[in-house]
Nanobody, 120 residues
Framework: QVQLVESGGGLVQPGGSLRLSCAAS????????MGWYRQTPGKRRELVAA???????NYDVSVKGRFTISRDNAKKTVYLQMNSLKPEDTDVYYC??????????????WGQGTAVTVSS
């Protein structure tokens, strides 16, 4: 079964940290760029960070220096370490697997989302 299962969201105070995890199944992990997106209700889903299989990463300017994306290819898992959290980081965070190869055997996959709330 093709799926991404996220965990690690929750409530944290400003300045605190959280680590999100996303475990993939049913896909050939090395053929995918893994990313984290976030979305506020009523707004477009936005890319937070992404990591390719060969170690390249990119970040939205709003999280650069505070968030770190990493992937464990053996465990087929991607992580998002979030430090120095701000109230404006409050959102639902979604894991994404974007294939490097087009075709029905390589679908793009989304997780179900995990909520992050930054509040005192």
């Amino acid at each position: 079964q093709v799926q991404l299962v996220e965990s690690g969201g929750g409530l944290v105070q400003p300045g605190g940290s959280l680590r999100l995890s996303c475990a993939a199944s049913g896909i050939i992990f090395r053929f995918y760029t893994m990313g984290w997106y976030r979305q506020t209700p009523g707004k477009r889903r936005e890319l937070v960070a992404a990591a390719t299989n060969d170690g390249n990463t990119n970040y939205d300017v709003s999280v650069k220096g505070r968030f770190t994306i990493s992937r464990d290819n053996a465990k087929k898992t991607v992580y998002l370490q979030m430090n120095s959290l701000k109230p404006e980081d409050t959102d639902v965070y979604y894991c994404n697997a974007k294939p490097l190869i087009t075709g029905s055997s390589f679908p793009e996959v989304w997780g179900q989302g995990t909520a992050v709330t930054v509040s005192s």
